[in-house]
């Protein structure tokens, strides 16, 4: 699945995303790592934010007064990370050749890139390295 | 939501079936919350005279003091009392069990933080939206109470 962040787009396994939600606000938790600044209500719990723009991508940081146009909600292991993104494309199938090395991109979190039909490779973000940047990252300021 | 006057005991608030009921204590645009049974007492500012932890500041959270709105909450479940420094208007809230959630600490790398649950409030009013509580762990303020340092009522 395709997904775009502040103007850039990434690619996340399609089997790891449970659902795709409307702009949901969230609310920021003190103290909690840039990269996953909060938490957001997701059938009955309160599950992280990952902000795909703080993993070294550029562009801004997710803020609550500005929550993102769709919420992509993922299952890492035993985790639930929710995603605020701009923008969400259609599940499309790859073949296995073409998901490899990253070579063309370089993400910090997208150790692979996959090739989609235009020909472009995008980083193919590892949502688990993602989870392990909130839990050992960078706190927020606040 | 009820209003509760300094000097008052919160710790007589009781929940009913399926509620919790929470101090909850404006802070620049946020909302911290303490459970109200853990709460001993609510004093004015100067009727405290110890050190106090400021949750506010703590969050990083933008203060601005008010006239007559300076308390300070004795909270404790055990042996150990802390006084807390709230800035902003205090508030009893009851809130559905249900509405109050653990935050994954571990993800948001936070394990020792003073906020362990958050809770999403349910307005009746289709429209609007009540602002979420930052509910803050007694265990973990407890850990904060300066050793050797209990504050006296004035």
Known sequence: MQLQVEGVWFAVDASSVQEI????????????ARATPGVVEWRGRAVAVLDVAALGSGGS????????RRVVVTQVGRNVLAMPVDDVREICEVPEERVRPHH????????TEVEIEDGKPLPLLDLSLA??????????ES | MRDIRAGGSAAAATSGEGLRTFLAVDAGGSTWAVEAGAVRRVLQ???WSGEAVDVARTFGLEIEPKDGLGH??????????????AHGHISLIDVARKDVHPVPADI????????????????????AELPPLLIVDVAALERMAPENSEGSET
Not at chain 1, 21 to 32: D, H, M, Y
Not at chain 1, 104 to 111: C, K
Not at chain 2, 72 to 85: Q, S, T
Not at chain 2, 108 to 127: D, M, N, Y
């Open chain 1, 131 to 140: 989870t392990q940047a909130g839990a050992g990252g960078g706190r927020t």
């Open chain 1, 21 to 32: 939600l409307g702009r949901k606000n969230w609310i920021a938790v003190p103290g909690a």
């Open chain 1, 61 to 68: 940081a997710l803020s609550p007064s500005a929550p993102r």
């Open chain 1, 104 to 111: 063309a991109t370089n993400h910090p979190f997208a150790p």
């Open chain 2, 72 to 85: 300070v909450l004795v909270v404790g479940k055990g042996a150990v009392e802390v006084a807390v420094r």
């Open chain 2, 45 to 47: 500012d100067a009727e």
């Open chain 2, 108 to 127: 948001l790398g936070i394990t020792r933080s003073l906020v362990s649950e958050v809770a999403f409030r349910k307005s009746s009013a289709p429209a």
